[in-house]
């Protein structure tokens, strides 16, 4: 089983949409929790960090649930912009270490 | 801004030859690390490093090694490349203990033919 399992996609959503991703880690002890975004042939950038109590910035709200041991990313009124592949991002073993789920692929159609 | 650079956008190499991967970054960061990100797979760690001359082996260190012998530079080594190491490799640096977010350098496509 990977550590991080996410929904490859593709999504495709008109402009406006809400579209909701989520994604599973199987380490229980795992502390920090995090989404990136990765445009098309370039690097994966910060998004935002996931926090127990949930979190929104924006037109983002991200969501944990340690029980479940999921984590949720809520986009609402989708831009065209908002084309990419969001990353669940889950640290491991080492404080220092990040796992990276497999990606999930969102194109937002006009 | 932070600024992580690695030295080539793209790289064609033939199996069995010595490459080298260079990064640097501007920050003063103590953290590096390399990954490789293959479609269906995500990114994998490689290697990483905390300090200078420092290094640990991530999930899939086989066929690589490192280096670190300044503080802003980090080196990823393949001893003989072989085709299955073709792969977008990816390095990214943290500030220290207690800071998660990893900031990316733009990626090196490597191909080995």
């Known amino acids: 089983r990977k550590e991080v399992e996410q929904d490859p996609g593709p999504f495709n959503v008109p402009e406006g949409a809400t579209v909701a991703f989520n994604c599973t880690y199987s380490?229980?002890?795992?502390?920090?929790f995090f989404w990136y975004r990765q445009d098309c042939r370039k690097e994966p950038k910060l998004l935002m960090s996931v926090y127990s109590s949930g979190n929104e910035d924006g037109r983002f709200t991200a969501q944990l649930n340690r029980a479940s041991q999921y984590i949720s990313l809520l986009i609402r009124d989708s831009k065209l912009s908002d084309s990419a592949t969001y990353l669940c991002?889950?640290?491991?073993?080492?404080?220092?270490?990040?796992?990276f789920g497999s990606g999930t692929q969102l194109t937002v159609l006009p | 801004d932070v600024k992580v650079t690695q030295s080539s956008r793209y790289l064609v190499k033939r199996t069995g030859e010595k490459v080298f991967l260079e990064c640097v970054q501007d920050?003063?960061?103590?953290?590096m690390f390399w990954y490789r990100q293959d479609p269906g797979l995500g990114l994998r760690l490689i290697y990483f490093?905390?300090?200078?001359?420092?290094?640990e082996k991530g999930d899939i260190p086989e066929g690589y090694s490192v280096s670190r012998e300044k503080k802003e530079r980090f080196s990823l080594i393949l001893e003989s490349a072989s085709t299955n190491q073709t792969s977008m490799y990816l390095c990214?640096?943290?500030?220290?203990?207690?800071?998660?977010?990893?900031?990316f350098g733009p990626g090196t496509r490597l191909t080995v033919t």
């Open positions: 490093s905390y300090d200078v001359k420092m290094k």
């Open positions: 920050m003063d960061h103590e953290n």
């Open positions: 990214a640096s943290t500030r220290g203990q207690g800071s998660y977010e990893q900031y």
């Open positions: 991002v889950v640290n491991s073993g080492s404080a220092r270490q990040l796992t």
């Open positions: 380490n229980s002890a795992s502390q920090s």
